[in-house]
Each structure stands twice: as C-alpha cells, then as structure tokens.
C-alpha cells in the first residue's frame, strides 16, 4: 500500500468566528453541555481579540469575537454572519503536512509557527479551503497545555451537564453551483483523501430543489467530508439559499456523534434546542425500509429521530435549525449502529422539511 503522506490522528478542533463570543460561549456551555476549558484576551496578554474553548469528549470548539472593528474577524462576521473559520487536524508533524501539501497544490493560509509557554511547543500551520475556510494542522505532542500556548485554563461559570456528545462525526462543506469536482479532486490531488460516496440530484431531490453531494475521506477515516453544490429544481436548492446568506462557500453542517441520541436529543431539546421536523407519518412505514432497530420506535418517534439502514447497520440521526438568524450552519447529532453511511434513505423527507423552512423565510 502507498504510504499516507498526510496522516491525521482526528478533528483537533473547529473554530467559529462569531459576533459575541462571550455570548455564544454560554449558549455552547447551557444547550449542548460543552464546558469552557480555556481562553485568551485581552486578561491574557492577547490584544484585540477574545476566544473561549470549549470541549466535550473529544469535541472541541473555538469561539472567537473581535473586539476591533478593522481586523480579518470582524470582516468575517460582517460578511458571513457567525460561522466556521478553521476546520483543525491534529497531526504529528505539522511543519511536513503544511510541505506535503503545498507541493500539491495547496494555498497557503498562515506558514508554519510555532508557540511556546511554561507546558512546551504547538506547532501549526494552514492552507485554505473552499471559500475562507482553513485547515489548520495542529502538532501538539511536546504540549501539556490547556489548548495552545497563550491560552489559560479557565472553568465554566455554570454547572455544566454533558448530554453525551463524543467526537465529530463528519463536517460538511456547500460549495458553489459546479465547484463539487473541484473540491474533491482539491481534497483528493492535495490532501490524499479517498472519494467515499457520491449521491447525485436523483438520490437527493424533492418535487421542487436538489444537490448533489461527494464525500471525501482520509486514510484511516477519522476525517469525513461530504462536500455539497446546488442542482437544478423547481425552486431554490437549500444549498442556493446558504450561499446567498453565507456570500461564499462554508461549512453547511457539522456532525456530532452520541452513544444514545434519544437521551441527547431529549436533553437539547429540554435546554431549547430547535430541530427540523418530519410528519409523523414518517413513522408509519419506516421499520419495513430499516427493519429490526434496537431502540423504541414511540421514543424516536416523540423526539422525531430519523432512521436509515445500509448494508453493514443502521443509523439515527437528526439536525437542527441553523444556530443563528442566518440559515447558515447547522448541527447533526448522530448514533451509529454498525452503519457507515449518511443517511441517503432520510433525504427526500428532510428537504422537504428544509423547504417548509425555507418556505417561512420566503427564501423557496
Ligand atoms: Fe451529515
């Protein structure tokens, strides 16, 4: 077998650039159970900016406001609203994975750095994605930090209750209308990943819009990401709608793996957590398309959890309502069961849930 030139032991972290951080720390901490670990401010010694890390098992999120406004933050947040900047991997080398990279292709976002404090070295360095999103290769093995050197270890100011959440399942990209190839072949020619899937706008199309989605992998499969662009409909695709409120390509989902979604979702749900909604006669016929499931059918049916089978398991799953006013990103919370998939058999009655959505904001 060729040798993996970039490999990647996980997610290392997703960072959002949003317009309060302080804010939308608490809301991460109250809804989903994240508790605050780390920060760095001006308190800190960092000068026009704020950022909270949170973490939950394995997940980890960055927050970041600015507090100026003329900086590459505020830009972000005026042109993207609240959104995701950096999808971190968390590798060994970082200074050879910016190098494989580049002499593959890649834009260079920031060079390698690295940063020192009294708990050792991080060394990282970025290359761009689509649209202004960044991948930024994360080295910490000589780092017994809280985060990364500059950061201080702080804790939540609530009693913060974890609902279950593990690691970060897939992160999903929307590109622009005739981007998708480009993308995976970026993902592929730059980074070595692996064309996993590809549902075409017949897989994936109500009466009225459609996409058309690939989903790239890297060697051990750690890192899934599906990557969506617009097909032809009726009306607008649910992904036309994001990139006319995101002004560019971005993150669109991402995916959130739990050992017991009907537990999770009832916890999210009881701290204000808004999800999409299928009929429920979706209920009715839906154990003859997946057959025999573990859980109660009446539990997922009162939190409205969807179910979809392939050759190797079955799957739950549900998402959100976007997480700010714009309908931009979402969450999925997902429990695997033997499955590898993404949920294909649920398509057609989630668009059609997107578009009852897109409906009420007059944007079908
Ligand atoms: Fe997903």
Known sequence: MEQDFLPINGTDYVEFYVGNAKQSALYYQYCFGYALVAYAGPETGLKGKASYVLQQDKIRFVLTSSLEPDSVISEHVKKHGDGVKVLALWV?????????TMTRGAES???????????????????????????TFVERKNYKGPFLPGYQAVKSTIKVAPIGLKYIDHCVGNVELGQMNKWVKFY??????????????????????????KVVSNGNGYIKFPINEPAKGKKKSQIEEYLDFYHSAGVQHIAIATDDIVSTVGELRKR?????????????????????INEDLEDLKTQNILIDRDEEGYLLQIFTKPVQDRPTLFFEIIERNGAKSFGKGNFKALFESIEREQALRGNL
């Open 109 to 135: 976002a920031i060079a390698p750095q690295t940063f020192k404090d009294e708990f050792g070295e991080v060394t990282v360095a970025s290359i761009k994605t689509y649209g202004e999103t960044i991948h």
């Open 272 to 292: 204000g957590v808004e999800f999409l909604r299928v009929p429920n006669s979706y209920y009715e016929d839906v154990l003859e398309r997946v057959g025999k």
């Open 92 to 100: 060994d080398d970082a200074t050879k994975s910016y190098h494989e």
């Open 188 to 213: 592929e020619d730059v980074m070595g990943f692996k064309l996993l899937i590809t549902f075409d706008d017949e897989d994936i199309s109500t009466e009225y819009s459609a996409l058309m989605s």
